[in-house]
């Protein structure tokens, strides 16, 4: 077996040392009555080649391939992904790395998170990110409880409905064991939150919003930021799709205080749904209370600089029960990914591509609209929209799917009284010519 | 004259991102636009984060270089005690990497996207079988995020029987993050001291254990290294007062095959991918962890799971489920790796992984023994733990052996953990090392503790052949510098 | 680390068995920790304090120290209510390190001063850091 070097006559030898004559005696201190008593009803082991095949196999069965130009978003989105990005983050120095705990070995990988802290944090205008959590849902989770956390003895915690179904999903598995209140902001006509039941809520630790939303409304970040702050709550930001930021402004700009969201966008696929990363970032007095992994600058014995993980004493290893979350990791390379994506950008690059994005989706969107169709929400949106359809759209999404693209998200099954609504997304992979090709076909 | 970027051998200087490049490069193609500009309020507009404009060169010469001041697996041995840093096969990259997989939108319905489920049903299942076990969700991203969804299971398992229960036993060699994740289901952790042979004694847990316990976290092998030999029987005790036996399957690398943990009492187990099953670490992550309970536990899991009727594959999510743990399927990605690593190794050679996992780990300890405090003289699984108890008189610590290994090419095992051995140096070498590469090692120590003996200054003022020597964190936490 | 006679433990000051210090400063008492406490500390880098204002009954954890790896809570030896923090250590946190005994953390109007009393004198302190 090509993992696993050991010969027989080394197996002897290493017995001989050890001082046992098989297998069996080095596993004594195991019961027998906790013993695997048959053996694992596994497939046959598999030749690299023979993997290949059972591989292929399985991939024929995707009906969605990747020539598909896919207009669904709602938190995984397609976008380009330059060929230097999973090049270079290919090099086994950075992926086969534990996290960096001895730093004089892996200045690579806490360079390059701190320069993801950095970058992150100044794309959505906070003073301190952390290295990255596992997702945007289960980091909206974490920055509830942070705010819970610094809200110290107050117990409730509001979301608006127009955030992702599934993040608010997580937030209730995580909220489901202790004694905090979530209480739901309903979202008005124009698709933005609601936020006139805030008004001296007592003992409300924080709020939090999505921006752009679930429907990709723009949510008035600054009148959020002003009634939440009246009503003694922190303000939590989230979002699903950074790219935004390069053309909007960004939520801590508009005062924010925790800021959290999905950063799959900057470099990774859709990849059915994960790997991407948590960005978390919060204002630069919140920072003992940030969960996650941070990486510092300092210097060593000779006065260089260099980087190592810091203010670990925030954190499970240490603090053991009391820590300010549980997790133990980052998501590591995907971190680096999003920092080399933003490199590769830059600044004058994420505006531009930012502004496609707009005029891509504002162009379906208008043309739907003169098909026929109506713009269910009047705020001004970015990426994404939500329209009604007069007729059964399923017959022209079929219509659609086999000219390989995918379009809309039926909304249904998220929101009550979404009958024939649809989320659409439109990023810079879909041309003119699709978009076209999805207009004339829902005139037909 | 500007200093050149070379420092030693091939070690290049490379500044931070922003000192380098200038306004107007580009470092990836952006289609031009061919429909006109929608209008935008001004009031919405931002200005645009203050990022650094690089070419493509740029940014691919920077990466590059801060790779080569990396230690990776495929670098050297890594023996990190606990995290299995075993080899990370290549061909799963490329499976992981195939095109139909990456470009798999999760919100597809089923019929369109049935290969992608079909990975995840037939890993369900494998995972299943490899644990002894009934049922999984591989949702989790993580080993603590696994535990946590283990932990909120047995909160709603404990709430369906009528009563919350308010504490939970946690042995003293536990991972940090076990009382973390007891903690965020609000259960307050009651320790348990490990007994002398360094497992857990049965008296103990019986006085312990009562009707408000919502059971215990156990780590078997344990982080000692040490199988816990009486589980069975703290199970039964467990359950007999309505109580839960969680598995942290950390360890899991030395017990494939050999120990069936439905068979230990075991109702909740989580797995890391990214140790036993050969996925990369990727410097801190993305990893992947698993939950499998028992046929009782099964309606709790976190939802969706796929199920198959024999010819179509379906995402099922069940009422009684504590619901998502993540915006979708977990890291999908990695469940990929993992899966082809399973189907590479069928049976056959995953035992065997476990078993030379085990034998390298009792080379190791054998041959060691007589130059490093072994804090357990006991038959050790997948790892075993010594101490600098030897080096004290000299005032050489563990820190001083460990960035001296650094030195020889080595990155060094785990230190300072279990908290419960003081100054704990914990050597899983795994299965992946070749017994050539276990006697370097073993000499490399033997020659460390000479050199502690001799000259103790040379290990306090180790790594020396880095690109940076040992950095000051007491001043990173006093100042933090987070952002640049 | 100090070997016990290395130990600075002035006799003008109270000890608990926690490794603090507490001293009478007319009707308010100055709460801090040990030479002890600070070696096996080591390089102190946060120190979380109370507000003032806030009350807490003998044993009461007040605050937090940490080190680069370690956290150590802080119980409060006598009972009261915080009348002053040290905020120099907000910054220089390394004070409780150079200067244990004028580096105070917080100051407190006790409920009764005479609990004081039932501390540690000196002799009885070093009696228990030498185990006896």
């Given at each position: 077996?090509?993992?696993l070097?050991?010969?027989d006559?080394?197996i002897?030898t290493?017995?001989?040392?050890i001082?046992?004559?098989?297998?069996e005696?080095?596993?004594?201190?195991?019961?027998?009555?906790?013993r695997?008593?048959k053996?694992?009803?596994?497939?046959?082991?598999?030749?690299?080649?023979?993997?290949?095949k059972?591989m292929?196999e399985?991939r024929t069965?995707?009906?969605?391939?990747p020539?598909?130009t896919?207009?669904?978003?709602a938190?995984?989105?397609?976008h380009?992904?330059?060929?230097?990005?999973p090049?270079i983050?290919?090099?086994?120095?950075?992926l086969?790395?534990?996290t960096?705990?001895?730093?004089?070995m892996?200045?690579?990988?806490?360079?390059?998170?701190?320069?993801?802290?950095?970058?992150?944090?100044?794309l959505?205008?906070?003073d301190?990110?952390?290295?990255?959590?596992?997702?945007?849902a289960?980091?909206?989770?974490?920055?509830l409880?942070?705010?819970?956390?610094?809200g110290?003895?107050?117990?409730?915690?509001a979301?608006?409905?127009?955030?992702?179904?599934?993040f608010r999903?997580?937030?209730?598995?995580?909220?489901?064991?202790?004694?905090f209140e979530?209480?739901e902001?309903?979202f008005?006509?124009?698709g933005r939150?609601?936020?006139?039941?805030?008004?001296?809520?007592?003992?409300?630790?924080?709020?939090?919003l999505?921006?752009?939303?679930?429907?990709?409304?723009?949510e008035?970040?600054?009148?959020?930021?002003?009634a939440?702050?009246?009503?003694?709550?922190l303000f939590?930001?989230?979002?699903?799709?950074?790219?935004a930021f390069?053309?909007?402004?960004?939520p801590?700009?508009?005062?924010?205080?925790?800021?959290?969201g999905?950063g799959?966008s900057f470099?990774?696929?859709?990849?059915?749904?994960g790997p991407?990363l948590?960005?978390?970032?919060?204002k630069?007095?919140?920072?003992r209370?940030?969960?996650?992994?941070?990486v510092?600058?300092?210097t060593d014995?000779?006065?260089?600089?260099?980087?190592v993980?810091t203010l670990a004493?925030?954190?499970q290893?240490?603090r053991?029960?009391?820590?300010t979350?549980?997790?133990c990791s980052?998501?590591?390379?995907?971190?680096?990914?999003?920092?080399m994506?933003?490199?590769?950008?830059g600044?004058?690059?994420?505006?531009?591509l930012?502004?496609?994005?707009y005029?891509?989706?504002?162009?379906?969107k208008?043309?739907?609209?003169?098909?026929?169709?109506?713009?269910?929400f009047?705020?001004?949106?970015?990426?994404?929209?939500?329209?009604e359809?007069k007729d059964?759209?399923?017959?022209?999404?079929?219509r659609?799917m086999?000219?390989?693209?995918?379009?809309?998200?039926?909304?249904a099954?998220?929101y009550?009284?979404f009958?024939n609504?649809?989320?659409f997304?439109v990023t810079?992979?879909?041309s003119?010519?699709?978009?076209?090709?999805v207009?004339?076909?829902?005139?037909? | 004259?500007k200093n050149g970027?070379g420092r030693?051998g091939?070690?290049?200087d490379e500044p931070?991102?922003w000192?380098?490049?200038k306004?107007g490069r580009?470092?990836?193609?952006?289609?031009?636009?061919?429909?006109p500009?929608?209008l935008?309020a001004?009031?919405?507009?931002?200005?645009?984060?203050?990022?650094?404009?690089l070419?493509e060169?740029?940014?691919?010469?920077?990466?590059?270089?801060?790779s080569?001041?990396?230690f990776g697996?495929?670098t050297?041995?890594?023996?990190?005690?606990?995290?299995?840093m075993?080899?990370?096969?290549?061909i799963?990259?490329?499976?992981?990497?195939?095109?139909?997989i990456?470009?798999?939108?999760?919100l597809?319905?089923d019929?369109?996207?049935?290969?992608t489920l079909?990975?995840?049903?037939e890993?369900?299942?494998?995972?299943?079988?490899?644990t002894?076990?009934?049922?999984?969700?591989?949702q989790?991203?993580?080993?603590?995020h696994?535990?946590l969804?283990?932990?909120l299971?047995?909160?709603a398992y404990?709430?369906?029987?009528?009563?919350?229960?308010?504490?939970?036993?946690?042995p003293?060699?536990?991972?940090?993050?076990?009382?973390?994740s007891?903690?965020?289901?609000g259960?307050?952790?009651?320790?348990?001291?490990?007994?002398e042979?360094?497992i857990?004694d049965v008296e103990?847990i019986?006085?312990l254990?009562?009707?408000?316990t919502?059971g215990?976290?156990i780590?078997?092998?344990?982080?000692?290294?040490l199988?816990?030999?009486?589980?069975?029987?703290?199970?039964?005790?467990?359950?007999?007062k309505g109580?839960?036996?969680y598995?942290?399957?950390?360890?899991?690398n030395a017990?494939?095959?050999?120990?069936?943990?439905k068979?230990c009492?075991v109702?909740?187990?989580?797995?890391?991918?990214?140790k036993?099953?050969?996925?990369?670490h990727?410097?801190?992550?993305?990893?992947a962890?698993?939950?499998?309970?028992?046929d009782?536990?099964?309606?709790?899991l976190?939802?969706?799971?796929?199920?198959?009727?024999?010819?179509?594959?379906?995402q099922?999510e069940?009422?009684?489920s504590?619901g998502?743990?993540h915006?979708?399927?977990?890291?999908?990605?990695v469940l990929?790796k993992a899966?082809?690593?399973?189907?590479t190794m069928?049976?056959?050679?995953?035992?065997k992984?476990s078993?030379?996992?085990?034998l390298?780990a009792?080379?190791?300890k054998?041959k060691l023994k007589?130059h490093?405090?072994?804090?357990?003289?006991?038959?050790?699984?997948h790892?075993?733990v010594?101490?600098?108890k030897n080096?004290q008189?000299n005032h050489?610590?563990?820190?001083?052996i460990?960035?001296?290994l650094?030195?020889?090419?080595?990155?060094?095992p785990?230190i300072?953990?279990?908290?419960?051995v003081p100054?704990?140096?914990?050597i899983?070498?795994?299965?992946?090392?070749?017994l050539?590469?276990?006697d370097?090692?073993?000499?490399?120590?033997?020659?460390?503790?000479?050199?502690?003996?001799t000259?103790p200054?040379l290990?306090?003022?180790?790594?020396?052949?880095?690109?940076?020597?040992?950095?000051d964190?007491?001043?990173?936490?006093?100042?933090?510098?987070l952002?640049? | 680390m100090?070997e016990v006679?290395?130990?600075?433990?002035?006799e003008?000051?109270?000890y608990?068995k926690?490794?603090?210090w507490?001293?009478?400063?007319g009707?308010?008492?100055?709460?801090g920790?040990?030479?002890?406490?600070q070696d096996?500390?080591?390089?102190?880098?946060?120190?979380?304090?109370?507000?003032?204002g806030?009350?807490f009954?003998?044993g009461?954890?007040f605050?937090t120290?940490e080190s680069v790896?370690?956290v150590?809570?802080?119980y409060?030896?006598?009972?009261?209510?915080?009348v002053?923090?040290?905020?120099e250590l907000e910054d220089?946190?390394?004070?409780?390190?150079?200067?244990?005994?004028?580096?105070?953390?917080?100051e407190?109007?006790?409920?009764?001063i005479?609990?004081?009393e039932q501390?540690?004198?000196?002799?009885t302190?070093l009696?228990?850091l030498?185990?006896?």
């Amino acid at each position: 077996m090509r993992y696993l070097p050991h010969t027989d006559e080394d197996i002897r030898t290493m017995f001989d040392a050890i001082g046992v004559k098989d297998f069996e005696e080095l596993f004594i201190t195991v019961p027998e009555s906790c013993r695997y008593d048959k053996e694992m009803a596994l497939p046959l082991p598999k030749t690299e080649w023979a993997l290949n095949k059972y591989m292929a196999e399985i991939r024929t069965m995707m009906k969605v391939t990747p020539e598909h130009t896919v207009l669904i978003g709602a938190g995984r989105y397609q976008h380009n992904i330059p060929s230097s990005i999973p090049s270079i983050m290919g090099r086994s120095e950075l992926l086969t790395a534990y996290t960096p705990y001895q730093p004089e070995m892996a200045q690579g990988t806490l360079q390059g998170l701190f320069e993801y802290q950095t970058l992150t944090a100044r794309l959505l205008g906070v003073d301190v990110a952390n290295a990255s959590m596992y997702d945007g849902a289960s980091a909206l989770a974490e920055a509830l409880l942070m705010g819970l956390r610094i809200g110290k003895r107050k117990k409730r915690v509001a979301m608006s409905a127009a955030i992702h179904p599934h993040f608010r999903e997580v937030v209730r598995t995580y909220f489901h064991p202790i004694e905090f209140e979530i209480i739901e902001l309903p979202f008005l006509e124009d698709g933005r939150t609601d936020f006139s039941s805030l008004v001296d809520e007592n003992g409300l630790a924080a709020v939090a919003l999505q921006s752009p939303n679930f429907f990709g409304v723009v949510e008035e970040m600054e009148a959020a930021a002003e009634a939440i702050h009246q009503a003694g709550a922190l303000f939590v930001a989230g979002f699903s799709e950074p790219l935004a930021f390069g053309l909007l402004k960004n939520p801590g700009e508009a005062g924010a205080d925790i800021v959290c969201g999905e950063g799959q966008s900057f470099g990774m696929p859709e990849s059915f749904g994960g790997p991407g990363l948590g960005m978390f970032g919060c204002k630069q007095k919140y920072v003992r209370n940030l969960p996650g992994r941070l990486v510092g600058e300092t210097t060593d014995l000779d006065g260089n600089r260099g980087y190592v993980l810091t203010l670990a004493t925030r954190e499970q290893h240490i603090r053991r029960g009391k820590a300010t979350s549980n997790i133990c990791s980052n998501q590591g390379i995907c971190t680096l990914t999003a920092a080399m994506y933003m490199a590769s950008l830059g600044g004058t690059g994420l505006r531009k591509l930012a502004r496609l994005n707009y005029d891509r989706s504002e162009y379906l969107k208008q043309g739907l609209e003169e098909a026929g169709a109506s713009v269910c929400f009047s705020s001004p949106t970015f990426n994404e929209f939500v329209v009604e359809f007069k007729d059964d759209f399923r017959p022209v999404q079929k219509r659609l799917m086999e000219q390989k693209i995918v379009a809309g998200l039926d909304l249904a099954k998220y929101y009550p009284g979404f009958d024939n609504r649809y989320l659409f997304c439109v990023t810079e992979t879909a041309s003119k010519e699709i978009l076209d090709t999805v207009i004339s076909e829902v005139k037909k | 004259m500007k200093n050149g970027p070379g420092r030693s051998g091939l070690i290049m200087d490379e500044p931070l991102l922003w000192e380098k490049g200038k306004k107007g490069r580009n470092g990836m193609s952006i289609p031009e636009s061919d429909i006109p500009a929608a209008l935008l309020a001004d009031e919405l507009c931002g200005e645009g984060p203050d990022f650094p404009d690089l070419s493509e060169g740029e940014v691919v010469r920077h990466y590059t270089r801060l790779s080569q001041w990396n230690f990776g697996v495929d670098t050297g041995m890594y023996p990190l005690g606990s995290c299995t840093m075993k080899y990370n096969p290549k061909i799963n990259e490329k499976h992981a990497a195939a095109e139909e997989i990456t470009s798999a939108h999760p919100l597809l319905d089923d019929e369109y996207c049935q290969g992608t489920l079909r990975i995840i049903y037939e890993l369900q299942n494998f995972l299943a079988e490899i644990t002894g076990l009934d049922a999984v969700s591989l949702q989790p991203a993580a080993g603590a995020h696994g535990e946590l969804a283990g932990m909120l299971i047995f909160d709603a398992y404990h709430q369906n029987k009528g009563k919350k229960r308010s504490k939970i036993l946690m042995p003293d060699t536990a991972h940090g993050t076990n009382p973390a994740s007891a903690a965020l289901c609000g259960y307050k952790p009651v320790e348990i001291k490990s007994g002398e042979r360094g497992i857990l004694d049965v008296e103990q847990i019986r006085e312990l254990m009562d009707e408000e316990t919502a059971g215990i976290m156990i780590t078997n092998p344990n982080t000692l290294g040490l199988f816990e030999e009486n589980i069975r029987e703290i199970a039964e005790i467990v359950h007999e007062k309505g109580g839960l036996v969680y598995g942290d399957g950390a360890n899991m690398n030395a017990i494939m095959g050999i120990v069936d943990l439905k068979a230990c009492g075991v109702d909740v187990l989580h797995l890391n991918l990214h140790k036993t099953f050969s996925t990369p670490h990727g410097g801190g992550g993305p990893g992947a962890g698993p939950v499998c309970v028992v046929d009782e536990l099964q309606k709790y899991l976190p939802s969706p799971r796929v199920e198959f009727d024999g010819s179509t594959y379906s995402q099922v999510e069940d009422p009684a489920s504590i619901g998502r743990m993540h915006g979708f399927h977990g890291n999908y990605g990695v469940l990929v790796k993992a899966f082809c690593y399973i189907l590479t190794m069928g049976a056959e050679y995953l035992k065997k992984a476990s078993q030379y996992a085990v034998l390298n780990a009792s080379y190791v300890k054998v041959k060691l023994k007589d130059h490093l405090h072994l804090a357990y003289d006991r038959p050790c699984m997948h790892e075993a733990v010594f101490s600098d108890k030897n080096q004290q008189k000299n005032h050489v610590s563990t820190l001083d052996i460990a960035k001296r290994l650094m030195d020889y090419g080595y990155h060094p095992p785990t230190i300072y953990f279990p908290l419960v051995v003081p100054g704990a140096i914990m050597i899983e070498p795994t299965e992946t090392e070749s017994l050539e590469e276990l006697d370097t090692f073993i000499d490399v120590v033997k020659m460390i503790v000479k050199e502690a003996e001799t000259d103790p200054e040379l290990l306090h003022n180790s790594p020396s052949r880095f690109k940076v020597k040992r950095l000051d964190e007491t001043q990173a936490a006093r100042n933090p510098c987070l952002c640049g | 680390m100090k070997e016990v006679h290395e130990l600075n433990l002035p006799e003008d000051v109270r000890y608990t068995k926690d490794h603090e210090w507490a001293k009478v400063t007319g009707d308010t008492i100055k709460i801090g920790i040990s030479d002890y406490a600070q070696d096996q500390m080591g390089d102190i880098v946060f120190v979380e304090m109370p507000a003032v204002g806030d009350t807490f009954e003998e044993g009461d954890e007040f605050g937090t120290l940490e080190s680069v790896k370690a956290v150590t809570e802080l119980y409060i030896p006598v009972g009261g209510e915080v009348v002053a923090i040290n905020e120099e250590l907000e910054d220089t946190p390394e004070l409780l390190n150079q200067d244990p005994y004028g580096g105070w953390i917080v100051e407190i109007k006790p409920n009764d001063i005479q609990e004081i009393e039932q501390l540690f004198d000196r002799d009885t302190y070093l009696g228990v850091l030498k185990g006896e």
